[in-house]
């Protein structure tokens, strides 16, 4: 039994520790600046659904989202933006900014069925989304103009079509 306890001694214990805790350190770094660039740089999303289309796929397309440009100012009319859906606050939605604070907007009230348009102001700190698919898009003609805020991305390309990576449904069919 002695020989087992002096064999047991001679492992270099203090040598695995230490290279246990640098590669759970090296591990956790890794991890934080993989959060950091997805949460507050860019990330990538999948966005499907008809309202989008033509510019975005039915069966779906994974984008890069832009996250700095948001916290910047930097989005503007034209612009396709992830927001957090101002009807469900659990879904993330696609949709293309219409126009800013103060700006005017005419839209279509029902486009399938009439010609009958309407004019809003944008208030302050808001912005005006739509559909590219007026057909079939919940957007500001139903909700209002959303407020900034909500925006959590710009999205500035597509990556590929692909359906690998988590729901962003560009839909909010009631």
Request: charged share 20%.
């Amino acid at each position: 039994m002695s020989g087992f306890f002096r064999r047991l001694r001679a492992i270099p214990w203090r040598e695995f520790a230490g290279d246990a805790f640098s590669r759970t350190l090296m591990a956790a770094q890794a991890f934080c600046a993989v959060h950091v660039v997805n949460h507050h740089l860019c990330s990538l999303a999948f966005v499907r659904g008809p309202s989008m289309l033509p510019a975005m796929n039915l069966a779906g397309d994974v984008v890069a989202v832009d996250k700095v440009s948001v916290r910047l100012g930097k989005v503007g009319p034209g612009d396709v933006v992830l927001m957090i859906s101002p009807e469900d606050p659990r879904k993330d939605v696609a949709k293309r900014v219409v126009g800013m604070g103060g700006d005017s907007v005419t839209f279509l009230e029902d486009p399938g069925n009439s010609d009958a348009s309407k004019t809003v102001v944008v208030p302050e700190g808001h912005v005006w989304v739509q559909g590219d698919n007026v057909y079939a898009s919940r957007d500001s003609r139903h909700f209002g103009a959303v407020p900034y805020g909500l925006i959590t991305g710009k999205i500035f390309c597509r990556v590929w079509p692909l359906e690998a990576f988590g729901s962003i449904d560009s839909n909010q069919s009631p």
